[in-house]
């Protein structure tokens, strides 16, 4: 194996970790803004409710960002590794 293929094989792993690590990033903010739209037309509906509703957004919101945060850790190590 030439040093050429190996400087481009761990290339190719660092930036094919960043991609996943921005597309994981991009899915989360799209699932959390989802969340939002659907909590913000629900409270309209039904304003009553406001205070259960806004709960259930913040720990949807918060599992979403936990998995989000994971799954970039873990590509972080990949690149890393």
């Given at each position: 194996?030439?040093?050429?293929?190996?400087?481009?094989?761990?290339?190719?792993?660092?930036?094919?970790?960043?991609?996943?690590?921005?597309?994981c990033?991009?899915?989360?903010?799209?699932?959390?803004?989802?969340?939002?739209?659907?909590?913000?037309?629900?409270?309209?509906?039904?304003?009553?409710?406001?205070?259960?509703?806004?709960?259930?957004?913040?720990?949807?919101?918060?599992f979403?960002?936990?998995?989000?945060?994971?799954?970039?850790?873990?590509?972080?190590?990949?690149?890393?590794?």
């Amino acid at each position: 194996m030439t040093t050429l293929s190996v400087i481009t094989e761990v290339a190719l792993t660092k930036m094919t970790a960043g991609f996943a690590a921005a597309l994981c990033t991009f899915a989360a903010a799209y699932g959390i803004s989802k969340i939002g739209q659907a909590a913000m037309e629900a409270v309209a509906r039904q304003p009553e409710a406001g205070a259960d509703i806004r709960s259930n957004l913040i720990v949807s919101s918060a599992f979403i960002e936990g998995v989000a945060f994971l799954a970039v850790i873990v590509c972080v190590l990949l690149a890393v590794l």
